[in-house]
């Protein structure tokens, strides 16, 4: 029997199973393998679409052709897509000096304000009522990738059409300082946002608050390399993030702005069922708001930036913060000029007075 022949031996579910994962480019072309398959991508509820496909085009091909194949497959899965993902790059390659030239860096602007604009508007139509996951990225430019990089594009999260399938929303690289949520996310069980910037604000309803009180189901929040606005970063903001059905919680990388020029803001977690809390950055006025009795796994990687004071005792009181945690893990990144062999290793001399075991004590040099 051939390759072919078992391939199309499968029953017809495995194949859509298999299809589910393919790109759209490739999963497009099965339909020249006969007149059973002319069906089978359709009809697997997955569009996949990403930009690498297309890299033999140049960038302005690449912007056009990719979204005509992201309405072509909408259209072609006649309102049965239950999976989108949109990933985009360009111009990984670029000299960070192009985009000192005034119209070179407004044509990049506009490209990709245009392309949320139009993801926006396939998101509103029929074909996308039915989406359960939903993960979209516009990276533009060098380093597009690193926290605090810029060349955001405006994606009003608030405005999302109404779904009550949607389980799974990740967002790389979105503006959305709106401070209402039109429509609850009823069946949201996962959110990450990645190198995104929303508001987060003590004064006023915020947008991250408004679209976690809008899903009851919410059990991971993943908020990674992203801003969240406070307001002036002058002055000192209390703000407390109530995640209230939340069991996993990632607080990576966050820019410096959430946390005030001088780090001075204080951060509060209501999160009573959290289970699991992983922290990455500088160490900053942090804590929860109760015990969490069901606490098993924290993870921190800690950094110790040069400009921001730290000794044994803040990291210890810190840390401390999660003592009702099973298992602890704790990691220092340090710059080689910052370790003295004295200040932070402190914290190893508490050890004895904590509830709790430093599992992992890590020093990286960051040259």
């Known amino acids: 029997m051939t390759g072919g022949d078992r391939l199309s031996s499968l029953p017809d579910d495995l194949l859509r199973h298999i299809l589910y994962f393919a790109l759209v480019k490739e999963g497009a072309t099965t339909g020249a393998l006969g007149r059973r398959w002319r069906s089978l991508w359709p009809s697997s509820g997955a569009v996949n679409l990403d930009s690498r496909s297309y890299d033999d085009l140049d960038r302005y091909s690449k912007r056009y052709v990719i979204m005509r194949d992201a309405r072509e497959a909408f259209a072609a899965a006649d309102g049965n897509v239950t999976k989108l993902t949109f990933w985009y790059s360009e111009g990984e390659d670029d000299d960070h000096s192009d985009y000192e030239s005034f119209a070179f860096h407004d044509d990049v602007c506009e490209a990709k304000q245009d392309m949320a604009r139009e993801l926006e508007a396939l998101l509103s139509s029929p074909a996308a009522s039915r989406l359960e996951e939903l993960r979209i990225g516009l990276f533009y430019g060098p380093d597009s990738d690193a926290p605090g990089a810029g060349m955001l594009y405006n994606f009003s999260i608030g405005s999302l059409p109404p779904s009550r399938s949607l389980r799974v929303l990740h967002l790389s690289k979105c503006m959305n300082y709106d401070h209402e949520v039109h429509d609850p996310f009823h069946r949201l069980v996962e959110l990450r946002l990645h190198l995104c910037g929303v ?30 606005w406070t307001g002036d970063p002058r002055w000192q903001q209390s703000v407390v993030l109530r995640c209230p059905r939340v069991t996993t919680l990632v607080l990576a990388n966050l820019d410096d702005r959430c946390w005030g020029d001088k780090g001075q803001n204080t951060m509060e977690l209501d999160a009573p069922l959290l289970r699991w809390f992983r922290y990455q950055g500088p160490v900053r006025s942090l804590s929860l708001k109760s015990p969490q009795p069901d606490m098993t796994r924290v993870d921190l990687r800690l950094h110790v930036p040069a400009d921001v004071p730290t000794d044994g005792e803040t990291c210890r009181t810190f840390v401390q913060s999660f003592s009702n945690a099973t298992i602890v893990n704790v990691d220092f990144e340090l710059l080689d000029d910052q370790y003295d062999g004295g200040s932070v290793p402190h914290l190893l001399m508490y050890n004895d007075a904590m509830n709790f075991h430093i599992c992992h004590l890590y020093f990286e040099s960051n040259p």
């Open 199 to 228: 508001s987060f604000h003590l004064l006023q309803a915020h947008l991250l608050q408004g679209v976690i009180d809008g899903a009851p189901q919410l059990a991971t929040l993943d908020l990674d390399g992203s801003e969240l």
